[in-house]
């Protein structure tokens, strides 16, 4: 019986000690968060590769500078002051695109990058799967680094995510208002939108429990949205336009052009397209203009299906500062005036296409002085493409010695089959070799009396201009055969029937040290701006170098020194226009 009562103790003992382990055991486990246990705070490491382009796109719109560039364009007169105009309106890239490494397998589709800004904002947002959906879990706004940057979050380990990337290509803070109950944001019409998504789910094991590793991100962004770069030019008359005499807007027909619309950052989708209207345009200088004599002002559209087929600009008001051509200070300007600028074909916009709708103001070829018009700028020639062309200005800021100088004779600038040892005195003169004839449109070298009829001792003081510094000057010798830039600084100038004025700059004569010491080449830089002349009827080889000398009284013919090279201009027969 003791033995019975002795288990039966033991055995009740064991039960008691049991049930205590266990109740000690489950409160144990109620203070375990077994959420926590399975969140983690992982570092994102997030590198910007960049914006995506298309380079498919073709340059057929790129403008030169020179009038003839506007040959397949319709070039139209505005009344005052016989200026002219011409539009176009045609696709573009973005930006100048370069072919990334990670871009290889896109090489057919013809993709490349731009690299995105250093101070750029862009905005990361982390996405979790809940029930099949990805929602809002958290987000940071970041800038771009000059290598990569890290961003941590709490994540749930076991679960998936996807991120979201998106900026407005510039370095203001991003002040949309996302949270779990709005992952959506309204397009803007004045901003470059960006956008980009992960292309797979990004999961962090479970039994990772102590050694959570880094996840790597790599961010190709793409612009969401369809760009218009309204451009007014000057480039081509030439001529900047100051930003007290510059007020340029869209005409209201045009203003409702522009929409806006709602993005949702999961879907990637946009919905309530609707017109946002533009009242005003935010000009800037167009990047690798000369100075201001290009604006352009961006605006954006959310809009793929509608097409469009012209955009009007209203001028209210654009100086064109010529201070070469205008030498009194009267210049131009154009007011009040609306300008259509049309597309060839309709227009309906896509994402990632930029849209270049045009104004480019012209000025006529040359300034008329009697029955001649003088070409506003020097002879040029490019020895990579062999073409010719006649600077816009007189004055380039730089001279080319191996574009811009030109020997007696020679179709071009330093003739290899002319030598400098030999004397040209006795060469016979042809309008074969006369390479302003080069140049389309009736082009040639002036002569001694068309000369003298600009500028010579019957021109009236009035109808004369020349800078301070203009006898101002200092040989400079080199080694070897220039290969250099000359600044121009000093100028004279002659006034034309138009009112227009015809400008020289004093720019310089290459020599030889005249039969004797042909491995130093000198730049003479006198008192008097060398142009090159030829008799009209061409008798007996005879030619003319002329100068405007010092005293600006007259001109006069110099010693035939034929190994001289001199910068040349041009004229050709005014025949009404």
């Not at 969140?39 to 910007?48: G, L, Q």
């Not at 960049?50 to 560039?69: P, V």
């Not at 959506?184 to 962090?204: C, H």
Request: proline share 4%; charged share 20%.
């Amino acid at each position: 019986m003791k033995n019975i009562e002795y288990k039966i103790s033991n055995t009740l003992s064991l039960y008691l000690l049991s049930v205590v382990f266990l109740f000690w055991g489950c409160g144990k486990e109620k203070s375990v968060d077994p959420v926590n246990s399975l969140t983690e705070n992982v570092n994102f490491t997030i590198n910007i590769d960049g914006i995506e382009e298309q380079l498919d796109i073709s340059a057929s719109n790129t403008i030169l500078n020179s009038r003839e560039s506007h040959n397949d364009e319709v070039v139209n007169t505005i009344k005052e002051g016989e200026i002219y105009y011409s539009t176009s309106f045609d696709k573009e890239s973005f930006g100048t695109s370069t072919i990334k490494n990670q871009l290889n397998s896109n090489r057919m589709n013809k993709v490349g990058a731009t690299l995105l800004g250093s101070t750029i904002i862009y905005r990361f947002v982390l996405l979790e799967e809940q029930g099949g959906n990805f929602v809002y879990k958290a987000h940071k706004d970041l800038t771009r680094g000059t290598t990569y940057t890290n961003a941590s979050f709490p994540i749930f380990k076991g679960k998936n995510y996807k991120w979201v990337a998106y900026s407005y290509n510039n370095n203001q803070p991003i002040t949309d208002v996302i949270n779990a109950s709005s992952l959506s944001i309204q397009t803007p019409v004045d901003k470059d939108l960006l956008y980009a998504a992960s292309t797979a789910n990004i999961l962090v094991p479970v039994d990772n429990s102590t050694n959570v590793p880094d996840v790597k991100v790599n961010i190709l962004f793409k612009h969401r949205l369809a760009r218009l770069a309204i451009t007014v030019r000057a480039n081509d008359f030439p001529a900047i336009m100051p930003n007290s005499q510059f007020n340029v807007q869209l005409a209201a027909t045009s203003q409702s052009y522009f929409k806006s619309g709602s993005l949702n950052l999961v879907s990637n989708q946009i919905s309530n397209v609707a017109s946002s209207t533009v009242s005003s345009l935010g000009f800037v200088p167009a990047v690798s203009s000369d100075g201001d004599s290009s604006r352009v002002a961006y605006l954006y559209t959310a809009d793929f299906v509608n097409a469009f087929t012209d955009i009007t600009l209203r001028v209210n008001s654009v100086q064109l500062k010529d201070i070469y051509t205008y030498r009194d200070f009267d210049y131009p300007v154009i007011s009040n005036r609306d300008f259509v600028i049309k597309a060839k074909t309709a227009v309906i916009p896509q994402p990632g296409t930029s849209y270049s709708p045009r104004l480019n103001l012209l000025n006529t070829d040359g300034i008329r002085k009697g029955n001649i018009i003088w070409a506003r700028g020097n002879l040029s020639y490019n020895p990579t493409t062999k073409t010719y062309r006649i600077n816009k200005t007189p004055n380039g800021v730089v001279v080319n010695a191996e574009n811009d100088y030109w020997m007696y004779n020679s179709l071009t600038p330093w003739d290899a089959t002319i030598s400098n040892d030999v004397s040209h005195r006795g060469a016979t003169w042809s309008t074969s070799l006369d390479p302003c004839r080069q140049v389309p449109g009736g082009w040639r070298l002036p002569t001694s009396a068309e000369y003298l009829l600009l500028g010579g001792s019957s021109t009236p003081a009035t109808d004369r201009k020349q800078a301070d510094g203009w006898d101002n000057s200092s040989p400079v010798t080199w080694p070897t055969k220039p290969y250099v830039n000359v600044p121009q600084q000093s100028y004279t100038s002659f006034k034309g029937d138009d009112g227009q004025w015809v400008t020289f700059f004093k720019t310089a004569i290459f020599t030889t040290d005249y039969n004797r010491a042909y491995s130093s080449w000198v730049l003479g830089l006198n008192d008097s701006a060398l142009l090159h002349v030829v008799n009209g009827d061409a008798t007996g080889g005879v030619y003319d170098m002329v100068q405007i000398d010092g005293e600006q009284n007259y001109l006069k013919e110099t010693d035939r020194a034929l190994n001289r090279k001199i910068a040349l201009r041009c004229v050709r027969d005014y025949t009404g226009i």
